[in-house]
């Protein structure tokens, strides 16, 4: 059986590693895109990151293009997502989302909350310490306004097994 855990994404710096690494905190997974008019809850989830880091909370953005709305490579994102919205969470390289070429951890994702195509930018999955999907968040959906379930899930004394 697959887990969040399986699955293996590259930092902005190049850095490879399994979500395993993650095992035992809440990860908040968001597909981002720096010229879309939902960018904005970049600042939002910094917020978060900055708020709830030192309680277990994992943010990680993957950038796609899927939808025509991110820069021409990924250093230029990274750089425009900290120079406008201060981003320090960590971000990936980008990845396909829909289509030829998912990136599987989305291609599970989707499956793990029963609804398939991500339809656009900054739609969020939180996950709980136990590595299961809690929610699917829709691309309107603003950080601020799941902030209680970021703190339930972080409450949840649930853990995996090693």
């Not at 095992?23 to 968001?30: A, E, I, S, Y």
């Not at 895109?33 to 600042?43: E, F």
């Not at 406008?84 to 829909?98: C, D, I, P, Q, S």
């Not at 989707?110 to 699917?136: A, C, M, P, V």
Request: charged share 25%.
């Amino acid at each position: 059986m697959t887990s969040i855990y399986d699955f293996t994404i590259t930092s902005m710096e190049g850095e490879t590693f399994k979500l395993d690494r993650f095992r035992d905190k809440v990860l908040l997974v968001v597909n981002t895109a720096s010229k879309c008019g939902l960018a904005p809850q970049l600042k939002g989830l910094e917020t978060l990151h900055n708020k709830y880091q030192d309680k277990g909370l994992v943010v990680v953005g993957l950038p796609s293009n899927q939808f025509r709305q991110e820069l021409a490579s990924d250093e230029e994102a990274s750089e425009y997502c900290q120079v406008h919205y201060g981003v320090t969470f960590l971000m990936t390289k980008r990845v396909a989302v829909n289509g030829d070429g998912t990136d599987p951890l989305f291609s599970y994702l989707k499956d793990e909350s029963g609804h398939g195509r991500i339809k656009w930018n900054y739609t969020k999955f939180l996950i709980g310490r136990d590595g299961q999907l809690i929610h699917r968040y829709a691309p309107t959906t603003t950080p601020e306004s799941f902030e209680d379930a970021v703190v339930e899930a972080l409450d949840s004394k649930a853990v995996t097994s090693a």
